[in-house]
């Protein structure tokens, strides 16, 4: 499994204790010390079964400054939120060619 995490959100925290409870030692990514690319973001999507705008976090400053009532393409998006990964939702989980996000942290059960 490999998590995309953010140690300072509650909820990524909980949804690592859940996998680590299921016996799981995943592969962390501390996604704002270490950015995901466009292409692995693209890969997260397609394996995510949400809209791509289910990644974005409308509630973080640089959303809300640079791009809140914006039109944009996927492709705008996945450049946006690889410019600026705060505006990605956390926790992530994947596993293979399935992927949830862990909001609430109970979703990870779908992939232990």
């Given at each position: 499994?490999?998590?995309?995490?953010?140690?300072?959100?509650?909820?990524?925290?909980?949804?690592?204790?859940?996998?680590?409870?299921?016996?799981?030692?995943?592969?962390?990514?501390?996604?704002l010390?270490?950015?995901?690319?466009?292409?692995?973001?693209?890969?997260?999507?397609?394996?995510?079964?949400?809209?791509?705008?289910?990644?974005?976090?409308?509630?973080?400053?640089?959303?809300?400054?640079?791009?809140?009532?914006?039109?944009?393409?996927?492709?705008?998006?996945?450049?946006?939120?690889?410019?600026?990964p705060?505006?990605?939702?956390?926790?992530?989980?994947?596993?293979?060619?399935?992927?949830?996000?862990g909001?609430?942290?109970?979703?990870?059960?779908?992939?232990?």
């Amino acid at each position: 499994m490999k998590f995309y995490h953010n140690p300072r959100c509650s909820k990524s925290r909980q949804t690592l204790n859940i996998v680590r409870e299921a016996g799981i030692e995943p592969e962390i990514v501390e996604y704002l010390k270490t950015p995901v690319s466009e292409e692995e973001l693209k890969e997260i999507v397609a394996k995510l079964d949400v809209p791509l705008t289910a990644l974005i976090r409308k509630g973080e400053a640089v959303y809300k400054e640079k791009y809140k009532g914006k039109d944009l393409s996927d492709e705008e998006w996945i450049k946006a939120m690889v410019a600026n990964p705060k505006m990605i939702e956390r926790p992530i989980a994947v596993v293979g060619d399935k992927a949830v996000l862990g909001r609430p942290p109970e979703n990870v059960s779908k992939l232990l």
